[in-house]
């Protein structure tokens, strides 16, 4: 079924903005450039004060891809979808940038007609202490496709990213909603706004490039024995960033640094004795469990990274990448591990159970980035690797408590699909990050430096060494938790460069930890 023509509307209802728009874009798919329909609904604050939050809500992304015909080469016969929306902000002269993520549920392929993906997620909110119309435009977007069998279970992390732009009948952008900040006029009190209008896009946050440039707010090409590159001050906040630490248009998105004494509380993440590539930087996000029918909060981690030296290479094909490896570990308490975090489910469906447990890093962690460097975009790709089992501390059935033992683990590592098994043997942990980097802009989704979302599937393994006093309790586990299809989401935060002599404002404390501490998504 085809979505409506390109119809934005706007209903005012009881001080409330609705935002139901239908727009124009050009997807790049294997076969090339084709037009698609990206239809977004929303509803924000009919009118704001000043430093009141602008929460957008019922956020929905659908997008309509025609003839699928030419993706199920890539794809199976279901797929999973990711979108990320970049968003620009404008109120008078100050502008911003956010990122609105979403998530879809399996969905079967069809074998005619498009394929229609909706995805829904948590956004940014937005707050400016400035009177006057505050303007969001909607601006590129990122889907990733994660191919997936029958079942619906993933059969490699997403494999397939499609980049959208605008079309042209919207000028390169397309303007979603105007939300009045201040009193209405003559009253002193706040009145519902008009509709937004689709004829008067807002200013771009950032002049055209002349040529190939590294986004602001990203590292460039790092010299010879130095870290990946050096931060500069961006042009305006992205997602996650604030503009002035409390004055004028602020993103507040997940993970915003917020003020001193709004940062969240979270472990200790000290680098012992830091090198010039040192970085480190807190994680967290969501793991499913698909025999329990939910999900489990990974807590917040400390990461710390050795970041490698960076390589341009061409490729046979003539395409040049940026690569860059590094290594790293988690680190709690002297440990490999997350710290202790737990988790409630309603074993086989019906029993209330409660189980402690952490992830405890077996083996080396990696991590691939390589840049595709093609002017306008610059995309980019990072894989990271690692080697965790599932241990269980404490497991509480209708709060009666079994007692699995010291030594209750997953037999071997958690596994994902690995896309290239002959480099990468063995059992472990594959999590995909992807990036866009729009030459003059700010960059969206993934990168090592700025962190972004992770995803992957993970396989959890039978289990071993559980119980006590002669009971074992291996199978009892095994027949709850172990098993594929398991869906991870994290959220890296911004790294610290823990090495260099005077770290980026923003990205340290004091103590040269990490002063990001992500929030987890779905």
């Known amino acids: 079924m085809a979505l409506a023509p390109l119809l934005p509307a706007a209903a005012v209802a009881v001080g409330t903005l609705k935002v139901d728009a239908a727009l124009p874009y050009v997807c790049t798919l294997p076969s090339g450039q084709r037009p698609a ?53 404008a109120q008078n002269e100050q502008r911003a940038q956010a990122t609105w993520s979403g998530t879809a549920q399996p969905l079967a392929v069809p074998v005619e007609g498009p394929l229609v993906v909706t995805t829904t997620g948590d956004v940014p909110t937005l707050t400016t202490d400035t009177a006057g119309d505050l303007t969001l435009t909607a601006a ?39 939300v009045p900040v201040g009193a209405a006029p003559g009253t002193g009190e706040p009145s519902a706004p008009p509709p937004a209008s689709p004829s008067a896009p807002s200013p771009s946050p950032s002049s055209p490039s002349s040529g190939p440039s590294f986004p602001t707010d990203r590292p460039v090409p790092a010299k010879p024995g130095t870290a990946e590159g050096t931060s500069r001050v961006p042009k305006g906040p992205r997602a996650g960033q604030q503009a002035d630490r409390g004055r004028g248009l602020t993103v507040n998105g997940e993970g915003a640094p917020g003020t001193p004494a709004g940062r969240p509380a ?29 999900a489990t909060v990974i807590p917040v981690s400390c990461v710390l990274i050795e970041q490698g030296q960076p390589e ?129 802009t700010d ?35 095994t027949a709850a938790i172990s098993g594929p299809g398991n869906h991870i989401r994290q959220v890296q935060g911004q790294t610290c460069a823990v090495g260099v002599e005077v770290p980026t404002e923003g990205q340290c404390t004091e103590d040269r930890e990490p002063y990001v501490v992500p929030k987890p998504e779905r």
């Open 443 to 477: 960059a969206t989704g993934y990168l090592l430096t700025g962190g972004g979302p992770l995803t992957g599937e993970v396989s959890i393994p039978a289990f071993k060494g559980c119980g006590a006093g002669g009971e074992n309790l291996d199978r009892l586990l």
């Open 312 to 440: 341009f290479v061409v490729q046979p094909d003539g395409s040049m990448h940026l690569l860059t490896p590094s290594v790293g570990h988690l680190s709690y308490q002297g440990r490999k591990q997350t710290p202790p975090f737990k988790a409630t489910f309603l074993t086989f469906g019906f029993a209330p159970a409660t189980a402690t447990m952490v992830l405890e890093q077996t083996g080396p962690l990696t991590v691939d980035s390589d840049v595709l460097l093609v002017f306008p975009d610059n995309l980019s790709e990072t894989y990271i690797r690692a080697r965790f089992v599932l241990r269980v501390l404490d497991v509480r059935v209708n709060g009666t408590r079994l007692d699995v033992g010291p030594d209750c683990r997953t037999e071997k590592p958690l596994t994902s699909p690995e896309p290239d098994p002959v480099k990468h043997p063995g059992d472990h942990l594959v999590l995909l990050g992807k990036g866009q980097l729009i030459n003059g």
């Open 140 to 178: 590129g977007l990122a889907l990733d496709l994660a191919p997936g069998a029958a079942d619906g279970t993933s059969t490699a992390p997403a494999s397939l990213s499609v980049t959208c732009v605008p079309g042209q009948d919207s000028g390169g952008r397309t303007p979603l909603a105007t």
């Open 37 to 89: 329909t990206v239809r977004i609904t929303a509803a924000f604050p009919g009118r704001v004060a000043p430093g009141e939050e602008i929460r957008p809500t019922d956020v929905t992304t659908t997008v309509e891809l025609p003839a699928p015909a030419d993706l199920t080469a890539s794809l199976g016969p279901t797929v999973r979808a990711e979108t990320r929306l970049t968003v620009d902000v």
């Open 266 to 294: 979270a472990p200790p993440c000290v680098t012992e004795k830091p090198t010039p590539t040192s970085l480190s930087a807190y994680i967290t996000g969501y793991s499913n469990v698909r025999k329990l029918n939910g």
